[in-house]
C-alpha cells in the first residue's frame, strides 16, 4: 500500500517561502495532490500534478504564488510556496489518485493515502 509522508512545514513571515515535499515509494505511478485544512474549516484542495508532470492544476487562491513539482527518480513531490499569507497557515496533506486523474479538479474526495501531514504557520 503506498503510504506517503510529508515534511518542510514551519514557521514563515507574511512574503516568505516554505517548500513542502512527499515522499513516497511508487509514487511516480500516481497523481498527487496538495491540500490543506485550517483549524474549524473543511479540507480543501491547493494543488495537482499527474504521475508524468505533463499536468498541473492550482486553487484560484494560490495561482501564481505555489508551484507544484515533481522528481520521480527520487520518488517526490514539491509545492513550493512563496508570498505566503496568514490564511495560508493550515496543516498540509498530500494524497494519491490513480494515474489516469488528470487534475481537471482537486476534490479531497478522489485521492486516498493521505499522509499525516505538515504545520504551516505564517504571521505578520
Known amino acids: 500500500q503506498l503510504q506517503l509522508v510529508e515534511s518542510g512545514g514551519g514557521s514563515a513571515q507574511v512574503g516568505g517561502s516554505l517548500k513542502l515535499s512527499c515522499v513516497g515509494s511508487?509514487?511516480?505511478?500516481?497523481?498527487i495532490g496538495w491540500f490543506r485544512q485550517a483549524p474549524g474549516k473543511e479540507r480543501e484542495g491547493v494543488s495537482c500534478?499527474?504521475?508524468?508532470?505533463?499536468?498541473?492544476n492550482y486553487a484560484d487562491s494560490v495561482k501564481g504564488r505555489f508551484t507544484i513539482s515533481r522528481d520521480n527518480a527520487k520518488n517526490t513531490v514539491y509545492l513550493q510556496m512563496n508570498s505566503l499569507k496568514p490564511e495560508n497557515t493550515a496543516i498540509y496533506s498530500c494524497?494519491?489518485?490513480?494515474?489516469?486523474?488528470?487534475?481537471?479538479?482537486?476534490?479531497?474526495?478522489?485521492?486516498?493515502?493521505w499522509g499525516q501531514g505538515t504545520q504551516v504557520a505564517v504571521s505578520s
Open positions: 494524497a494519491a489518485a490513480p494515474w489516469n486523474y488528470l487534475c481537471g479538479n482537486i476534490n479531497p474526495n478522489g485521492f486516498g493515502s
Open positions: 511508487r509514487l511516480n505511478s500516481y497523481t
Open positions: 500534478i499527474i504521475n508524468t508532470g505533463g499536468i498541473t
